[in-house]
């Protein structure tokens, strides 16, 4: 899977960009911990992959990670896309991250 880098918008390695941020409100009680639970099916170094080409500043064309993507499930997919886009800092961008995080997903499926 290619999410290209002619995708990408203005912001340092995503970790770099959010690590730290203060959360958005949980938008349901609960929401966060179901969070927490996708994202610990995959292992740090494919969240980072997919964190990046979420950010379209990576490609997710690694195998297992992609296996990973799918293992945890399109509810987990939207999940992760849909909070990013309540940072106040990335907002502006949150059409980009809903399009990559489909975009990762569509394509993870079909390998």
Do not use: H
């Amino acid at each position: 899977m290619v999410i290209g880098d002619e995708d990408a918008f203005e912001s340092p390695t995503p970790i770099d960009t959010w690590f730290g941020l203060p959360l958005p409100p949980q938008p349901r009680p609960g929401y966060y911990k179901y969070l927490g639970d996708c994202i610990d099916k995959t292992t740090q170094a494919c969240g980072v992959k997919i964190s990046k080409a979420i950010f379209g500043n990576g490609n997710l064309d690694e195998f297992a990670c992609c296996k990973k993507v799918v293992e945890a499930g399109y509810l987990c997919n939207r999940a992760l896309t849909y909070i990013l886009a309540k940072f106040d800092k990335f907002k502006p961008y949150a059409a980009t991250i809903f399009q990559n995080g489909e975009a990762i997903f569509d394509q993870c499926s079909k390998s």
